[in-house]
């Protein structure tokens, strides 16, 4: 079993900045891709940014140049640094890890944007 544990949510205000972190820990042999997923009320679960083993980043066009994903591998620790964000990015942010036995959750961490 892999655990992760999310950290760094809460509300700001619009043009405000937070930084997501989400370690990883228990049966890991190799961590590949981890990711950030993200959910609105009423909307599906969407890929806000991931990145690979070697350190290979994807984004959603709703994040570019706004989100940065990073990770710390000898911590198997992932980050996402958000800035400027948007009423729009209201909602709870997930993480994913791809390990040899599949892809683990965490529970969310809730980010609201609001003045």
């Known amino acids: 079993q892999v655990q992760l544990v999310e950290s760094g949510g809460g509300l700001v205000q619009p043009g405000g900045s937070l930084r997501l972190s989400c370690a990883a820990s228990?049966?890991?042999?190799?961590?590949?891709?981890m990711g950030w997923y993200r959910q609105a009320p009423g909307k599906q679960r969407e890929l806000v940014a991931r990145?690979?083993?070697?350190?290979?980043?994807a984004y959603a066009d709703s994040a570019k140049g706004r989100f940065t994903i990073s990770r710390d591998s000898a911590k198997n620790t992932v980050y996402l640094q958000m800035n400027s964000l948007k009423p729009e990015d209201t909602a709870v942010y997930f993480c994913?890890?791809?390990?040899?036995?599949?892809?683990?959750w965490g529970r969310g961490t809730q980010v609201t944007v609001s003045s």
């Open positions: 228990g049966s890991i042999f190799r961590l590949n891709a």
């Open positions: 990145i690979t083993s070697v350190g290979s980043t």
């Open positions: 994913a890890v791809v390990v040899t036995t599949g892809t683990y």
